[in-house]
C-alpha cells in the first residue's frame, strides 16, 4: 500500500469531552469579560483557547488519529505531543485567574492537600514518568490493541502535560512560583529529560514496537524508518518548544526587572519628598 485511505473520525465519545471543554471555556470566558473586561478574559486567552481546540480535534478526530492506530508510529508520536505537550500548553494559557475563579478555592484546598507534592519537580517528574513509561513495548502494543487502554493513555498524556505547564503558566498563583533562572532551569530539564527516548528512536535499527512490524507499509517507509521520523518529530517539536519558551521566559524576566526598578525609584521618591 503506498497511500493510507485518509479520514476523519466523528466518534461522539472522542468528541463529547472536546465540547463540554469549549461550552465550559466559553461560558466563563463571557461572564469573566462582563466582570473583569480585557483583564479577566482576553484576546491572548480567545487565541490560545482556538488553538487549544485546533491541537484537540486535529489530535483525536483528524487522519492522525487513524494513520497511528493502524500504520504509522511518526503519526502517533505527532498525536502524542498534540495532546501530551501542546493542548495543555495552549488550554493553560487560555485560562485566566477571574475565568478560574469558580474553581480557585479548590485548587488551593487540592495544593495544600498535596503538601510538598506540590513543587515544580513534580510536574518534571509525572511528565517524564508518564511518557517513559506509556512508551514501554509491551503498554505501547497494548494501547494500540485495546481502545479502553488507548483512552487512558491519551488521558494520561493530557494530565502529564498539564502537570509539566501548571507551574511556569499558573492562572491561579500557588505557593511555588518558578521565578528568573529558575524557570528558564525548569523547563530545560523538561524537556532535556524527553532526549534519551528520541535519541533511542531516531537512531535505533530494530523495531521497539511489534504492532508497526505488522502493520502495513504506507508512503514507502519501512517499520524501523518510520519509527526514526517518529524520534526525530519528537526531538523537532521538543527543541522548537524549548527555544520558544527560553525567548518567552528571557523576556519576561527583564519585564520583572525593569518593573521592580520603576517600584523601587518610586518608592525611592517618596522617601526623599
Request: net charge neutral; hydrophobic share 55%; glycine share 8%.
Amino acid at each position: 500500500m503506498s497511500a493510507p485511505p485518509l479520514r476523519w473520525v466523528a466518534d461522539p465519545v472522542v468528541l463529547l469531552p472536546v465540547g463540554l471543554y469549549a461550552a465550559v471555556y466559553v461560558w466563563r470566558f463571557v461572564v469573566a469579560r462582563r466582570e473583569a473586561g480585557g483583564r479577566g478574559a482576553g484576546v491572548w486567552q480567545a487565541l490560545a483557547f482556538a488553538g487549544a481546540l485546533v491541537a484537540l480535534i486535529a489530535a483525536v478526530a483528524s487522519p492522525i488519529d487513524a494513520l497511528g492506530e493502524e500504520y504509522l508510529f511518526s503519526a502517533h508520536m505527532v498525536q502524542h505531543i498534540l495532546l501530551g505537550d501542546i493542548a495543555p500548553l495552549l488550554v493553560l494559557l487560555g485560562l485566566s485567574r477571574v475565568i478560574l475563579r469558580p474553581a480557585t478555592r479548590r485548587l488551593i484546598r487540592i495544593e495544600r492537600a498535596l503538601g510538598r507534592l506540590a513543587h515544580p519537580a513534580t510536574g518534571i517528574g509525572l511528565w517524564l514518568g508518564l511518557v517513559y513509561l506509556w512508551h514501554v513495548p509491551a503498554l505501547y502494543d497494548a494501547a494500540l490493541e485495546h481502545s479502553a487502554v488507548h483512552a487512558l493513555e491519551h488521558a494520561s498524556f493530557f494530565t502529564a502535560g498539564v502537570a509539566l505547564w501548571w507551574p511556569l503558566i499558573q492562572p491561579v498563583p500557588m505557593r511555588h512560583r518558578l521565578t528568573g533562572l529558575g524557570s528558564l532551569a525548569y523547563i530545560a530539564v523538561a524537556k532535556a529529560g524527553l532526549a534519551a527516548l528520541g535519541l533511542y528512536l531516531v537512531w535505533s535499527s530494530s523495531v521497539a514496537y511489534s504492532f508497526y512490524e505488522s502493520a502495513p507499509r504506507v508512503w514507502g517507509l519501512s517499520a524501523v524508518e518510520d519509527q526514526n521520523v517518529g524520534g526525530a518529530i519528537m526531538m523537532v517539536e521538543q527543541s522548537i518548544v524549548l527555544v520558544i519558551c527560553f525567548f518567552v521566559l528571557f523576556v519576561r524576566m527583564l519585564v520583572q526587572s525593569e518593573e521592580e526598578e520603576r517600584r523601587r525609584e518610586r518608592l525611592e521618591d517618596a522617601a526623599a519628598a
